[in-house]
């Protein structure tokens, strides 16, 4: 009589695959998200940086900063520019803020604040987001 040949794996075989598979998982998804969290971080600058050139030129002239009329973009898809403030004739510093409202969780509620200073000629960018998720800025 012939031998008969297994075919297929055993069941101790599947369910170390599967358990191998779990532990992947487990490792690949947290830093799946933060990298998602970083990849939406960077929509805030991508709208505040619209403004940088305009408000500049403005605040280096001597000229008032009407809010409406720097035509940013305010709504983004994961947060908002709050309305921009008006600054009178002479100002020397300017602010834009974007907060985060439909974004990974922990980003969620965050601020990134975009501050021209005349005295330095710098834009400074401050964020109470968390750490890691933090690029181009400085996480306070």
Not at 16 to 40: E, H, K, W
Not at 51 to 57: D, F, G, M, N
Not at 94 to 113: C, E
Request: proline residues 2%; contains cysteine; glycine residues 8%.
């Amino acid at each position: 009589m012939k031998a008969q040949m297994q075919k297929g794996f055993t069941l101790i075989e599947l369910m170390i695959v599967v358990a191998i598979i779990g532990i992947l998982a487990a490792i690949a998804i947290p830093q799946y998200q933060n990298y998602i969290g970083r990849s939406q971080f960077s929509e805030a600058h991508a709208l505040l940086s619209g403004a940088k050139v305009a408000v500049q030129e403005k605040i280096d002239q001597g000229e008032a900063i009407i809010g409406t009329d720097l035509e940013l973009q305010l709504a983004g898809t994961y947060g908002d520019i709050t309305d921009p403030a008006d600054a009178a004739a002479g100002a020397t510093t300017y602010s834009l803020v974007y907060i985060f409202d439909n974004a990974n969780p922990s980003l969620n509620g965050s601020r990134v604040t975009y501050a021209y200073d005349q005295a330095t000629g710098k834009w400074t960018c401050t964020t109470d987001a968390d750490a890691k998720f933090v690029t181009k800025c400085s996480a306070s």
